[in-house]
């Protein structure tokens, strides 16, 4: 019997993580015998196992509807717009840190990097993010222009966030993620790979900025709804960039105060 496309896909997902039948069916509650069954399409899951594999495996919850969709069942996981009523006690508190984080840059994206939210600290620095689509926004950092020559450690940065973007589309098999993560790396193809960093130097890779002859230091934070159940919440992403120094807290303010 022809494996099911729920079958296809959770095997997907069982090889992506690493798990044999035998751990992911101990973590699920059931048996491998059942587990089994399912895979190879003898058997029908349930909502209730469905969604015990999909927690097993961590999978994002854009991907938990797929796989019920795939099993024949409907969407657990509501996907609003961040406009909508229901939303707006979530993207008030994200606006609200946002506002409070001015004069440092922050901002809160999606879960493929389309900019949604900025405070003016970040506006002064990248006018107009919020108008690109992810794609254009990969190809402003990683393709020649300002992003480039306003950071001392751009190819230090670039490389990482490419690593990182790999990683992420490889963990959860987003093909939308694969191609994002391509477009920036062909962004790198005459960009040499910094070697390794000395890692007792700082607790963190800190992007530096460079204007004029001030070098600015500066770390980012992430704040996360990890728990949401709604698809748009549980993939928003809220940076902040924070200054290293003395002299980047002054700095910020300074711009703030001439723009």
């Known amino acids: 019997m022809p494996a099911t496309p729920f079958g296809r896909m959770l095997r997907e997902w069982r090889g992506r993580r690493g798990l044999s039948q035998l751990t992911l069916a101990a973590q699920a509650e059931t048996t491998p015998r059942h587990l089994s069954f399912i895979e190879t399409g003898r058997s029908r899951p349930g909502r209730d196992l469905v969604l015990r594999l999909a927690d097993a495996m961590e999978i994002p919850v854009r991907h938990r509807n797929a796989l019920l969709e795939a099993a024949g069942l409907g969407r ?3 996907e609003r717009d961040l406009e909508e009523q229901d939303l707006r006690p979530f993207v008030d508190a994200v606006e609200l840190v946002l506002r409070n984080h001015d004069p440092y840059p922050g901002c809160a994206m999606d879960g493929y990097g389309h900019v949604r939210r900025t405070n003016a600290g970040f506006e002064r620095l990248w006018p107009g993010a919020r108008s690109l689509t992810p794609e254009q926004n990969i190809d402003a950092f990683f393709g020649p222009g300002p992003a480039r020559d306003m950071l001392e450690n751009w190819a230090e940065l670039a490389w990482r966030d490419v690593d990182m973007r790999r990683r992420e589309a490889i963990r959860i098999g987003d093909a939308r993620l694969h191609a994002l993560a391509e477009r920036a790396e062909q962004h790198l193809t005459d960009v040499p790979r910094p070697s390794a960093p000395d890692l007792t130097a700082s607790p963190v890779v800190c992007p530096r900025f460079r204007f004029g002859d001030q ?11 990890e728990h949401a159940n709604d698809v748009s919440l549980h993939e928003l992403k809220v940076e902040l960039i924070f200054p290293a120094e003395p002299s980047a807290a002054e700095f910020f303010a300074m711009l703030a105060q001439t723009h």
């Open 76 to 78: 657990a996981y509501a």
């Open 215 to 225: 070098v600015v230091r500066t770390f980012s934070t992430v704040m996360r709804f």
